[in-house]
Structures are given as C-alpha cells and as structure tokens.
C-alpha cells in the first residue's frame, strides 16, 4: 500500500513539474517583443540597434530603438503607401528624365578623340550650368584631366567619370533621419524653409512613411499666419492617420509647436513633426520667431533633427537661404525637393559643402510617395542617364 502511494507521489510531483516547466515556456516566449512588421519602405532609415560603425560627422544624437517594439495600432483606415522596390524604381526613372542632360553632355564631351582646352572649358560650363559651383567644378575637372591623362581610353570615362561625380556627392555622409528620441520622448523633426519650398508637403510625405513603419506620429501645424496652411496639414493628417495639433489663426506659432510636442510627450508618441510657415530668410523678424519655436520647443523635448526644405530649381538663392537658415536653426538635414522639375541636381554638390550638412531626402513630385532618401549612387546613376 505504502509502495503504491508513494509511486503516486512521485507521479504527480513530475507531473506538476511538467506543467510548471511548460508554462514558464510558454510566458516567458510571450514577454519577448514582438519584431516589427516587416513594412519599411526604405525612406526612413532606421537607427541602429546597437552602437555600430555608423559614420559620425552628424552632429545629431545618435538615436537608439525603443527596445520593446510598441503594439500595433487598430489600423486607421488610410491608403496604404508605396513599397520600397517600385517606388525607388519610379524616382529613379523620374530623376533620370530630369537630369540626364548634365551626364549626357559631360559624356560627350568627354569621349572626344583629343581633349583639348577648348574642350575642358565646355566641360567646366557644362558643370557650372548644372548649378555644381565654382570650387567643386575646378576640383572635379581636375581631377579628371589627371585620371583621364594616365588612364587614357576614352571608353574608360565614364567610370572615372561616374566616380568622381560620386565623391563629389559625399557617398558616406551620414544620410538617416534622427526621428527618435532618448528617455522615453519623442524624436522632434522641424520642418523649415522658404514659401513654398514644399514644407507642409514634405512633413505629409514623411508622416506616411513613418506611420507605414509602425511609428506613432503627432503633427504640428506651426504655420498659424494662414488658415489655408492649417487645412493643408490637417488633410494630410487625415489621409496618413495621424493627429494634426493646431491653434487658432494668429496664435504664436511657437505656442502651437510647444502643445505638439506636449501631446506627443504625453501620449508617447515616437515622433512628433513640426511644420511652420514659409520666411524669406532675409526677414529677420520672421527668423527671430522661428529661432524661439526651437527653443520653446526644447523645453519639452530635444529636437532631433532640423530639416531644411530647399526647391532645386532656385539654384544659387537656395545656398544663401540655407546658410542663413543654418545660424538661426542649426540645420541637420536638407530635403530637395522639386528635383523632377527642370532643377539642376549639382545644387546638392553645393548646398552640402556650403552648410557641412547631407541631403536626406528628395521630393521627386506632388504625389504622396514622391519622396526618397537621398541615394548618391542612384543619383549619380541618373545624372549619367
Ligand atoms: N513637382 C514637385 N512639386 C512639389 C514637390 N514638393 C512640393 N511640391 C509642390 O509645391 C507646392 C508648394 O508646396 P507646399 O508643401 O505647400 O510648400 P510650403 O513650403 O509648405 O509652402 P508655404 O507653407 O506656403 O511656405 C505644392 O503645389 C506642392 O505640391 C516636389 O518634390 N516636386
Ligand atoms: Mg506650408
């Protein structure tokens, strides 16, 4: 009897140990996070997960992941946007229309039998027509008249060609989008510009990538001079699915930038993006007041990027305006857009060496996923044509 009941014993502890072992399994399988969707769309860089051999000429913090992956949303009802293969394909197609005319030119004039002064003189034309500057063009031409002596073959010219229109471009400028924040607030993105650059576009665009990455969004709509602009990024807003914070027209601007991001803090948003109205950059009023919607805004939360929207097709005037933007606002990244219209794309050469600051992204259309991360190679690629 007693052999019996022990046996029982002994086969109910296992049995309970069993039970035991397989439900801490089971929890413990459930507290991990889960990975996130797999719906990137190539626009947003996303920052690493560990400190890695990421390049660190950027001033901006080096943003870190949010280690337990928020839930996914009830799925607003929005259009979903662009994946990333079609959408890269589309600009490629769209900025080689545009630019290949520079590359084509250069090519041209590059394969001729004899290269002579009268020769190099069109290619420097060529190069400062395209908007590449003074300095840059001098040292690309030189540059080439050095490999172009020692390597010989014209048939070699446009790989030395594409190259060095490559270094130009700066291939390892640290390129990502600072759109997270430390200590559990959100990465701030300021938008700024002159009127009509393409501001409140651009904050829509990046909005709808961010959203389709299964980040959580609050816009600002700091530009309260016209009640238009209001309405423009409440559209957006409304198509992307995320939420608009707005004043009153008339109200400080800097004041609607600070209940943005205070609803962002207090809803722990991952990012809160803050569009302001367009100013001439020699308004010194106007750039006063965007001075203190960074700090007004910096009482809540850091801003982890200042983005720069500069229209490509203004040439030389984009460079005064982006110099003047950077003393007041400390520029961390420039947007240009425009760039499928009649721009001259050596603007980028220019505008990167004038501010020490990368273009991240170029808007390539009015469309909603008209815009792409900044890709020197594809550029360059649709420069050659
Ligand atoms: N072709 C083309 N048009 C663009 C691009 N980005 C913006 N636009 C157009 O440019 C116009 C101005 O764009 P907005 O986004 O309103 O410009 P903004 O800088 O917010 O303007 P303000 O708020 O008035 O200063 C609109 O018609 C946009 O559709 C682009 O990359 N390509
Ligand atoms: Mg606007």
Same mark, same amino acid.
């Given at each position: 009897m007693d052999a019996v009941a022990i046996l029982i014993l002994i086969i109910a502890l296992v049995a309970v140990a069993l039970v035991a072992t397989v439900a801490g399994l089971l929890v413990s399988r459930r507290r991990?996070?889960?990975? #996130?969707?797999?719906?990137?769309?190539?626009?947003?860089?996303?920052?690493?997960?560990?400190?890695d051999q990421a390049p660190v000429e950027v001033s901006a913090p080096p943003a870190t992941i949010e280690p337990e992956a928020?839930?996914?949303?009830?799925?607003?009802?929005?259009?979903?946007?662009?994946?990333?293969?079609?959408? #890269?394909?589309?600009?490629?197609?769209?900025?080689?229309?545009?630019?290949?005319? #520079?590359?084509?030119?250069?090519?041209?004039?590059l394969s001729r039998d004899r290269l002579d002064e009268d020769t190099w003189e069109s290619i420097e034309d060529t190069l400062l027509t395209a908007? =590449?500057?003074?300095?840059?063009?001098?040292?690309?031409v030189e540059h080439l008249?050095?490999?172009?002596?020692?390597?010989?073959?014209?048939?070699?010219?446009?790989?030395?060609l594409r190259e060095e229109l490559l270094?130009? =471009?700066?291939?390892?400028?640290?390129?990502?989008?600072?759109?997270?924040?430390?200590?559990?607030?959100?990465?701030v993105v300021l938008v700024v510009?002159? !009127?009509?650059?393409?501001?409140?576009?651009?904050?829509?665009?990046?909005?709808r990538i961010l959203v389709a990455e299964d980040r959580s969004v609050v816009l600002g709509a700091a530009d309260t001079f016209r009640a238009a602009a209001v309405e423009q990024l409440a559209t957006w807003g409304?198509? =992307?699915?995320?939420?608009?914070?707005?004043?009153?027209?008339?109200?400080?601007?800097?004041?609607?930038?600070?209940?943005a991001v205070k609803e962002g803090v207090d809803t722990g948003a991952d990012?809160?993006?803050?569009?302001?109205?367009?100013?001439?950059? !020699?308004?010194?009023?106007?750039?006063?007041?965007?001075?203190?919607?960074?700090?007004?805004?910096?009482?809540?939360?850091?801003?982890?990027?200042?983005?720069?929207?500069?229209?490509?097709?203004?040439?030389? !005037?984009g460079l005064i305006q982006a110099r003047v933007f950077s003393e007041v606002v400390d520029v961390s990244g420039i947007v240009l857009t425009k760039l499928d219209g009649s721009a001259k794309g050596g603007i980028v050469v220019q505008v990167q060496r004038e501010l020490g600051v990368p273009v991240k992204l170029v808007g390539l259309g009015e469309g909603a996923d008209d815009l792409a991360p900044f890709d020197p190679g594809a550029f360059v690629d649709a420069l050659l044509g």
């Amino acid at each position: 009897m007693d052999a019996v009941a022990i046996l029982i014993l002994i086969i109910a502890l296992v049995a309970v140990a069993l039970v035991a072992t397989v439900a801490g399994l089971l929890v413990s399988r459930r507290r991990k996070p889960e990975p #996130l969707p797999n719906t990137h769309t190539g626009v947003i860089v996303r920052p690493p997960e560990e400190a890695d051999q990421a390049p660190v000429e950027v001033s901006a913090p080096p943003a870190t992941i949010e280690p337990e992956a928020p839930e996914a949303p009830a799925a607003p009802a929005v259009e979903k946007p662009e994946g990333t293969a079609s959408r #890269l394909v589309r600009l490629r197609q769209r900025l080689a229309g545009s630019q290949g005319a #520079l590359g084509r030119g250069l090519l041209a004039l590059l394969s001729r039998d004899r290269l002579d002064e009268d020769t190099w003189e069109s290619i420097e034309d060529t190069l400062l027509t395209a908007d =590449v500057g003074v300095a840059p063009t001098q040292e690309l031409v030189e540059h080439l008249r050095t490999r172009l002596r020692v390597e010989g073959a014209p048939e070699d010219a446009r790989s030395v060609l594409r190259e060095e229109l490559l270094n130009l =471009v700066g291939p390892d400028l640290d390129r990502r989008l600072q759109v997270s924040g430390a200590d559990g607030k959100p990465g701030v993105v300021l938008v700024v510009g002159v !009127n009509g650059s393409g501001k409140t576009t651009t904050v829509g665009k990046i909005s709808r990538i961010l959203v389709a990455e299964d980040r959580s969004v609050v816009l600002g709509a700091a530009d309260t001079f016209r009640a238009a602009a209001v309405e423009q990024l409440a559209t957006w807003g409304e198509r =992307v699915g995320v939420d608009v914070v707005r004043g009153p027209e008339g109200t400080d601007p800097a004041s609607v930038a600070f209940d943005a991001v205070k609803e962002g803090v207090d809803t722990g948003a991952d990012t809160v993006i803050v569009d302001t109205a367009g100013r001439l950059q !020699n308004k010194a009023g106007l750039m006063d007041e965007l001075g203190k919607v960074k700090r007004v805004i910096e009482k809540q939360a850091p801003v982890t990027e200042v983005l720069l929207v500069l229209d490509a097709t203004t040439g030389q !005037n984009g460079l005064i305006q982006a110099r003047v933007f950077s003393e007041v606002v400390d520029v961390s990244g420039i947007v240009l857009t425009k760039l499928d219209g009649s721009a001259k794309g050596g603007i980028v050469v220019q505008v990167q060496r004038e501010l020490g600051v990368p273009v991240k992204l170029v808007g390539l259309g009015e469309g909603a996923d008209d815009l792409a991360p900044f890709d020197p190679g594809a550029f360059v690629d649709a420069l050659l044509g």
